[in-house]
């Protein structure tokens, strides 16, 4: 039996038609004509008559394609955004046609939207490798003078943003990540709006990469977070992206865009430094950490990006074990509490730490703390300290302001 | 005439898909959503679906004491909890259902906003099944478990406003095949069902738990009536809407003797009416808003006229579109328009015979969907296809809500797993399973002696669950029905309190350990209610002390010194006298000894 077929059938004694969903081996699926499921044991149910398969999946995509004087391309890479809900067996699997958004975008007709699939991975699973891919796809488009938005699982979507946000040295528009929290089966997702604003994004002024996600749980504002200072602050929440540290660049709201002044603006070439050098680590210090445990990680990479407590600190432990490492492995310092920069000047630990070799990064975000490595220690090794130490792309900040 | 009924009951405890209470009120954070109509499993937008998109609203939402990230469509579904699965069990098997071999949970697309996640989740128990009737079987279609939508609080224009303290509240709801005769068996039916779900002890309760949709249909199509707040209302609704598909078929009968009818294009009429002293349509022009009218032939006198509603009708479509205060011919005059403005109109609409017209205030953009949703719903009345959804009203009449939904609009809920349901399960759970309302009744009069009225009180007041565990403390029919039924209701009034079923049982335990008669089981429950003594220590009351035969010979003596005593009045008199409860028989014996010894 087909998918989709229609089907006469038994079930403990009653006989019911429906359509034939799926067999797994122990339980078939099937839809009834009053639209729910039924799952059962296949020693439960008897199949009664099968009929021809006249069903025909339609698609209800509005037929008319705009083509507005804004150029703009969609790369698809994956993750619930760029994924739709097989109906009938309830499987995720990629979207192949992004055309619905010609259903919601509310002003499409300014527009030329088109798709490019350049990936279909899980963003748990992406790599320097994937990248690489997803800045030459952008600079290709940014080239054609067309605007990009790339379609991307939320999970690392903070760790693809960095690193685009490095290997572009020059921008002559904005490259925009978005995501969604709710898959877009649903009336209620958020990626309509996500989308509408990030479509609206590329015409603005701005000349980085950015996240561009809901500001809140409401479907009212979208904000645009600076790539290298985004997070994903929660599981599930709409709002789980914030710009930590800073404001975020820009916001949409109903049709208008509205940009923050230190958004750096679009520069009049593209310069794309596509390496990566993956010999970099993250450890996140932990009270009792052992020392073994730290060395194993540790060894043989030519930097480690360390998450410690407060201000920056370690246990005496491990201070040991990065006095003996720091011949052959650059140690950074940056903060599990994320909020706020590491200090090595204020408590002995910290002065330790400098004596045994680590480099404090301010306020520096641990994960871009890592590309940034990844990034340096491929194009520009012989000044690895002094350029992690530098502002490059608003990745560090000197100041700290109480209220916004 | 073929008549259904929906059935929805909640049920008490912990929400369905969280781990927030059904109980809760509305605090003051609000949050604002849209809803965009999707695919459903096969692949359409369906069409109810479409329709409630097309007025582009905004839904805003309350959170309250009971809600969480999962009723705000922040966080994916839990797991539903085994109580709330095992009850829907249980009344499935009341209702000779054939359990499922696993509870596959769907999402259901409702996007008028009653859900934050823009589908309501819902699964089948229990399929198959009957309920007997005075009147034959009542076949069930089907028994789900669903989550309950959030309270609508307002609506002004383009917003509507949430509550979310009844989002997500376990309702059972149990469908009927079309097998009920007439609006008198529909509520005999309903009550059946309702006395087999209150019997689980399970039932929420509260003003609002049970709601009923209706599926009614005399042959112009199946009509869904939803949200029947009152059972006694099923009579009326069911008048109604046989009164209102009868003139529906009158009206289109004339139309098509006039020679059929259409809707001309709206015409904005604005100029015409911008001097005029109408109150409303000033109103209308001050929010910058435009006057249209469109032209409907052959309807004049058919729109508001002795049974004649198609004007109604029309405005209902309005009404759903967030278009207030449409206007008709048949009610023109009117709204502070002069017959001057009446004829302006009329002669700029070309307006002859037989002719009327509707006038609609609104935003220019929305008034072509407005005019093809008026075409769609003419179309369908005239050629009466009356199949669609209907919203039932407190006084018993039906408005139009939207087209039927099919089918299509489910699709699996994927966040939620197969629930598998074992025999082991099902076994366990067959000593719970209540019994029906005629075994019921037939166990109050045979083994406890209550007259038919006696036992349907108890059955009515939902107290036969209450009854059952009582009697097994108190082997005192009577006396238990009597403080359930009369005496408990009186002193919770008299003192404002409420008891639990946990308190009113230890009184009865009391009852029986300390073998008091009627009098002193509603005196202790009084004492009790009325705050005077703690559980612990009401056993002990002083007022609950018997007298000994020596005091109550004393009482009695003086009461016989002060006025005539006969046998007849001495226990009357013996209560006002004394507080203390006595055995009237041994009163009794005493004051004959007296008399006798006098
Ligand atoms: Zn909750």
Known sequence: ?404 | MKIGLEIHFQLKGVKLFCSCSTEGEKSNYLFKRKMTPTMSEMGHIDRAARYENIRNRDFNYYTSTNSCLVDADEEPPHMPDDSNINTAIIVSMALHCKIVDYVSFMRKIVIDGSNTSGFQRTGIVGLNGYVETSQGRVRISTVTLEEDASRKISESGKNAFYSLDRLGIPLIEISTEPDIKDENHAIETARKIGFIVMSTGKFRGEVDSIRQDVNFSMGYGRVEIKGVSKLSLIKDTIKYEIQRQKSLADISGIIKARGGTEITDFMDITHILKDTDSKIIKAGLNKNKKVFCAKINNARGLLKNGNYRLGRELADVAKNMGIGGMMHSDELPGYGLTDNDVNNINNFMGIENNDAIIMVITDPEIITAFKSELDERLKNLMSMNLAETRAATEDGETRFLRPLSGGERMYPETDIGLIEIPLKRLNSLEGLVPESMEDALNNLKNNYGFSQTEAMGIINNNLYGDFKDYIKVLNEPKIISRIILQKLPEYEKKYNKKLSGDELMEIFTMANENKWGRDSVEKALELYVSGKYPLKILANAEELKPLDAGRLREIIIELMRTQEITEKNLIYLLKNKTKSSFDARDAIKIFENIKNNS
Not at chain 1, 76 to 94: E, F, L, M
Not at chain 1, 312 to 330: E, F, M, P, Q
């Open chain 1, 1 to 404: 039996m087909k998918t989709g077929e229609k089907i006469d059938f038994e079930y403990k004694g009653d006989s019911y038609s429906g359509i034939f969903i799926k067999n797994d081996g122990k339980i078939t699926t099937i839809k009834l004509s009053n639209g729910y499921n039924i799952s059962a044991l296949n020693e439960n149910i008897k199949i009664l008559r099968e009929y021809e398969n006249n069903y025909v999946a339609q698609d209800n995509i509005r037929e008319i394609k705009i083509n507005g004087k804004n150029e703009v391309y969609i790369l698809t890479t994956g993750g619930t955004i760029g994924s739709s809900v097989d109906y009938r067996t309830g499987a995720v699997k990629p979207v192949r046609d992004i055309s619905y958004i010609y259903n919601f975008v509310n002003n499409i007709s300014e527009f030329n939207v088109k798709q490019i699939n350049v990936a279909n991975i899980l963003s748990e699973n992406v790599n320097s490798k994937y990248w690489i891919e997803y800045a030459r796809r952008a600079r290709d488009v940014l080239n054609k003078n067309a605007g990009v938005v790339i379609f991307h699982g939320t999970d690392t979507m903070q760790h693809t943003a960095s690193a685009l946000s490095f290997m572009f040295e020059k921008l002559t528009g904005p490259i925009i990540l978005t995501g969604s929290q709710r898959s877009s089966d649903r009336p209620s997702s958020d990626a309509f709006i996500n989308i509408e604003a990030s479509i609206n994004f590329t015409k603005s002024d701005i000349g980085e990469v950015g996240i561009v996600m809901h500001s809140d749980t409401s479907d009212g504002t979208v904000s645009f977070h600076r790539g290298v200072r985004a997070r994903k602050m929660h599981t599930s929440r709409r709002d789980a992206f914030q710009s930590i540290g800073i404001r975020p660049l820009a916001t949409y709201t109903d049709g208008r865009v509205s940009v923050n002044n230190n958004a750096m603006k679009r520069q009049d070439e593209n310069i794309l430094n596509d390496k990566m050098d993956d010999s970099v680590s993250i450890i996140y210090f932990y009270p009792g950490m052992p020392e073994e445990d730290f060395i194993n990680i540790a060894a043989n990479k030519k930097a480690v990006i360390i998450m410690g407590t407060g201000l920056g600190h370690v246990s005496d432990n491990i201070i040991n074990a990065i006095k003996r490492l720091s011949k052959d492995t650059y140690f950074f310092m940056t903060s599990q509490c994320l909020y706020g920069s590491v200090n090595l000047n204020v408590y002995s630990t910290g002065r330790y730490l400098l004596d045994a070799g680590v480099i404090p990064l301010g306020d520096m975000l641990p994960e871009t703390a890592m590309v940034k490595a990844m990034f340096l220690l491929a194009n520009y090794p012989d000044n690895l300290v002094k350029l992690m130490k530098s502002n490059l792309r608003g990745e560090l900040n000197s100041r700290r302001i109480l209220e916004w």
